[in-house]
């Protein structure tokens, strides 16, 4: 499974910009995609995931600027950032988990893209 990631940038704080992570090369639905982000010298994060069926959840340092919403027929994941802050900086990273089975659980990466916001 690749995951291709697009819509990073350099932008002013307050801006807003779209991260788009287009998953191929699987049959198999997609249960779960997430966006995660890591800063110079620390861990790295959740920001936001959202399952197949639609439901989502934030990390509380973005609840109310940020918006996940996938589709599923082109199994994309998009992340909507507005109001950003210079702390939102960072290399964000999508992920995509599928469980085939209860056993066969399997966790991809793509290979990040670096978001800055200036002050």
């Known amino acids: 499974v690749q995951l291709v990631e697009s819509g990073g940038g350099l932008v002013q704080a307050g801006g807003s910009l779209r991260l788009s992570c287009a998953a191929s090369?699987?049959?198999?639905?997609?249960?779960?995609m997430g966006w995660h982000r890591q800063a110079p010298g620390k861990q790295r994060e959740l920001v936001a995931g959202?399952?197949?069926?639609?439901?989502?959840n934030y990390a509380d340092s973005v609840k109310g600027r940020f918006t996940i919403s996938r589709d599923n027929a082109k199994n994309t994941v998009y992340l909507q950032m507005n109001s950003l802050k210079p702390e939102d900086t960072a290399v964000y990273y999508c992920?995509?988990?599928?469980?085939?089975?209860?056993?066969?659980?399997?966790?991809?990466w793509g290979q990040g893209t670096q978001v800055t916001v200036s002050s």
């Open positions: 090369g699987t049959t198999f639905s997609i249960n779960y």
């Open positions: 959202i399952t197949s069926g639609g439901s989502a």
């Open positions: 992920n995509a988990i599928i469980i085939v089975t209860l056993t066969s659980v399997s966790d991809y």
